[in-house]
């Protein structure tokens, strides 16, 4: 069983926003850092954002830069991700990943490679 499971993802008109939430099952996310990925139809799995465990580090693709957010609140054991101006090529299924990083608080990394704990996913579609 997964300890990641997304939500938040739904049918939405262009230049509309979501905010998608990954909620983590263990413990403790105190240690992981944690990524968010998606997948368009045809296309392979992308790593859209990312941030460390102590929530000093994030990055974007550029496809998103200026457009998503992403944060963490590690008490309550969840990430989140603040999308919005969404626009058809960001449908795709949105994935949650996490990989517990004890040596380094300030790692962050969007490779897919990276990551051992996965959400199921949850749809974005972005249609007029």
């Known amino acids: 069983q997964s300890r990641l499971s997304e939500s938040g993802g739904g049918l939405v008109q262009p230049g509309e926003s979501l905010r998608l939430t990954c909620t983590f099952s263990?413990?403790?996310?105190?240690?992981?850092?944690m990524g968010w990925f998606r997948q368009a139809p045809g296309r392979e799995r992308e790593g859209i954002s990312c941030?460390?465990?102590?929530?000093?580090?994030?990055q974007y693709d550029d496809s998103v830069k200026g457009r998503f957010t992403i944060a963490r609140d590690n008490a309550k054991k969840e990430v989140y991700l603040e999308m919005s101006n969404l626009t058809p090529g960001d449908t795709a299924v949105y994935y949650c990943?996490?990989?517990?990083?004890?040596?380094?608080?300030?790692?962050?990394?969007?490779?897919?490679?990276?990551?051992?704990?996965w959400g199921q996913g949850t749809q974005v579609t972005v249609s007029s």
């Open positions: 990943a996490g990989e517990p990083r004890f040596d380094d608080s300030n790692y962050c990394d969007r490779t897919v490679g990276e990551y051992r704990y």
């Open positions: 941030i460390s465990s102590n929530g000093g580090t994030t």
């Open positions: 263990g413990p403790t996310l105190n240690y992981y850092a």
